[in-house]
Antibody
Framework: EVQLVESGGGLVQPGRSMKLSCAAS????????MAWVRQAPTKGLEWVAT????????YYRDSVKGRFTISRDNAKSTLYLQMNSLRSEDTATYYC?????????WGQGTLVTVSS | DTVLTQSPALAVSPGERVTISCRAS??????MHWYQQKPGQQPTLLIY???NLESGVPARFSGSGSGTDFTLTIDPVEADDTATYYC????????FGGGTKLELK
């Protein structure tokens, strides 16, 4: 059974950093592209970043370029999202997803709240 | 970015047929996908590449379209289908529609 379990969310002050993790199991992690998708409270879904199966290629939405970094450790079957210079508009539930174009598997999400 | 436009809400009676539309601001070929999200839960994939039913999804769900106009059909609708439905394109940087909230009368 495919499982994606996010961790690392919480309350953070504007301008500070936070790192999210996603532990994957039930499939060969190193064979798949992965992505982060977020959802602000009561809002719709928003793609954040994608990483290729081997980590050689990364893609970001414009609003997070230069502030967020997606990475992976295939030996640990873990996906990461390093978030720097956080803003109030980054407040959202962050979902880890499997897939580079569409997303058959989603984690349960981790809530990031950016507030002073 | 490719903008995806969905109607915000629909209300139907159980047993009826419902169509949920999604219009893209530019052609995305058939690189369109549909998700269901129930309150407090993560989204689940229903349809990929416009018309392919994801494994385990009831055959009541179907998708169609190409280019800029796409449709998700549920026939017949059941009470458990109360949810918000999102379209998503992968022609370029992924974008999602604003979601259509389906309510049952």
């Amino acid at each position: 059974e495919v499982q994606l379990v996010e961790s690392g969310g919480g309350l953070v002050q504007p301008g500070r950093s936070m790192k999210l993790s996603c532990a994957a199991s039930g499939f060969t992690f190193s064979n798949y592209g992965m992505a982060w998708v977020r959802q602000a409270p009561t809002k719709g879904l928003e793609w954040v970043a994608t990483i290729s199966y081997d980590g050689s290629s990364t893609y970001y939405r414009d609003s997070v370029k230069g502030r967020f970094t997606i990475s992976r450790d295939n030996a640990k079957s873990t996906l990461y999202l390093q978030m720097n210079s956080l803003r109030s508009e980054d407040t959202a539930t962050y979902y880890c997803t499997r897939g580079a174009s569409y997303y058959p598997y989603w984690g349960q999400g981790t809530l990031v709240t950016v507030s002073s | 970015d490719t903008v995806l436009t969905q109607s915000p809400a629909l209300a139907v009676s159980p047993g009826e047929r419902v169509t949920i539309s999604c219009r893209a601001s530019e052609s995305v070929s058939t690189l369109m996908h549909w998700y269901q999200q129930k309150p407090g839960q993560q989204p689940t994939l229903l349809i990929y590449l416009a018309s392919n039913l994801e494994s385990g999804v009831p055959a009541r769900f179907s998708g169609s379209g190409s280019g800029t106009d796409f449709t998700l059909t549920i026939d017949p609708v059941e009470a458990d289908d109360t949810a918000t439905y999102y379209c998503q394109q992968s022609w370029n940087d992924p974008t999602f529609g604003g979601g259509t909230k389906l309510e049952l009368k």
